[in-house]
């Protein structure tokens, strides 16, 4: 099936969490991913290759286990460079140099070559040699300081906002706009995509707000961040919750009419900051009689902004979900299914053609032009495996 990115060639050295994530969307989107591992990846996991195939961020990804410290597999890396798009790296500033293919090497072997790196603070500043993770690149770009409860510390999210949101999703869109800028110029660029950069413009909207005087510093003190009493979760009767995010009237509306709350004085005017508390406490009340499974069924119809807060588990059996196929299977391992869908592809296309990784180092040595006798010299040497 043709998609998107058909004939696009990808080379990834393999790292952890934003730049796989960033090449199994490549992947999705129809381009050959070509990823280098290190040789005994997988025993230095304490898994099998077998074990390791479903895993999502590898699907669709052909796999070559090469030794990049051995002089012998320059040859190889150099030829895979001169067959690729792009490439894709998520080491410290300075690893890909020392390895021998920092973007000058490599742009002088292939000018039109798309080179992303990913990196938490950037290729050059004050930071950009320091050890990190999600946590600290959010805290560096003032992110994480507005996320948490009002007398609470900084609620330490899970590593969407940095590693993903910030991070591999900026990487994608920069690649994808050099991309297309090398096949209109004839020329390569190199993306330098920072998980604090990204972070930070993902918060583009928060800086707007407190330039125009509408959010506070204080956490959750504001209309988005749990301080307003119809935008925030709300514990049921069974334990679960559910969300509220009835922003604009008529939605607010709906949701007191439906609770049975229209007569009750404090919510006459919504964004009475003044009424907020006991708006807070009075919902609060009103969720804890019904169990989540009940409040689903209440307003299912409604159109106040409210639904159940699901497992993961639970996303997956969801009717919405279900029908959209929002989910699939990939080597017996659920995961989401590829993501966004484009107008002229059935997502059930999409799904049918999505396969696990595939270990490869044979067959890619060989359609880089490698004989027989070479293939298993380089084996025996264990420049590959």
């Known amino acids: 099936m043709d998609k998107v990115l058909n004939g696009v060639t990808v080379l ?18 129809g381009a050959r991913v070509i990823t280098v591992e290190r040789v005994g990846t997988s025993a230095s996991m304490g898994r099998s290759w077998e074990a390791r195939k479903g895993d999502p961020f590898l699907r669709g990804k052909e796999i070559i286990e090469i030794n990049l410290k051995n002089p012998l597999a320059n040859g190889v890396v150099d030829e895979l460079i001169r067959r690729s798009n792009v490439l894709l790296e998520g080491f410290r500033p300075g690893v890909m140099e020392r390895l021998g293919y920092g973007p000058s090497y490599a742009m002088s072997l292939n000018p039109t070559l798309v080179y992303g790196r990913m990196t938490g603070y950037g290729q050059e500043g004050v930071f950009s040699s320091r050890a990190g993770h999600d946590i600290n690149y959010i805290s560096i770009s003032g992110v994480l300081s507005t996320i948490g409860t009002k007398d609470g510390a900084p609620t330490v999210p899970v590593n969407y906002v940095g590693d993903f949101g910030g991070g591999a999703m900026l990487l994608l869109i920069g690649v994808l706009g050099a991309l297309a800028y090398a096949q209109r110029s004839g020329e390569g660029r190199v993306v330098d995509a920072s998980m604090v950069e990204g972070s930070s413009l ?11 005087g509408s959010w506070q510093d204080t956490r959750g003190s504001n209309l988005l961040d749990g301080g307003a009493p119809f935008y925030r979760t709300y514990r049921c009767k069974d334990g679960g919750f559910v969300s509220v995010g009835a922003l604009e009237p008529q939605f607010f509306a709906e949701l007191i ?14 964004y009475d900051r003044s009424q907020w508390p006991k708006m807070e406490a009075k919902l609060a009340e009103v969720f804890s009689h019904k169990d989540r499974k009940e409040w689903e069924e209440v307003f299912f ?14 996303a997956q059996c969801h009717p919405h979900n279900l029908a959209r196929d929002s989910f699939v299977s990939v080597d017996g391992v659920p995961q989401p299914a590829p993501a966004p869908r484009f107008f002229d592809n059935k997502l059930q296309e999409q799904v049918q053609d999505l396969v696990g990784a595939s270990l490869r180092t044979a067959e890619i040595l060989k359609e880089l032009g490698y004989s027989k006798e070479q293939v298993s010299e380089l084996y025996n040497s264990q420049v590959v495996a």
């Open 301 to 314: 119809d409604k159109d106040a902004c409210v639904t159940p807060v699901l497992t993961l588990d639970e």
């Open 202 to 212: 993902l918060a583009t909207m928060i800086h707007g707000f407190r330039a125009k």
């Open 12 to 29: 990834e050295f393999a790292g952890i969490g934003p730049c796989p994530f960033a090449a199994m969307v490549l992947a999705d989107m």
């Open 257 to 270: 009419s439906t609770l049975g709350l229209d007569d009750d004085e404090i919510f006459s005017s919504q």
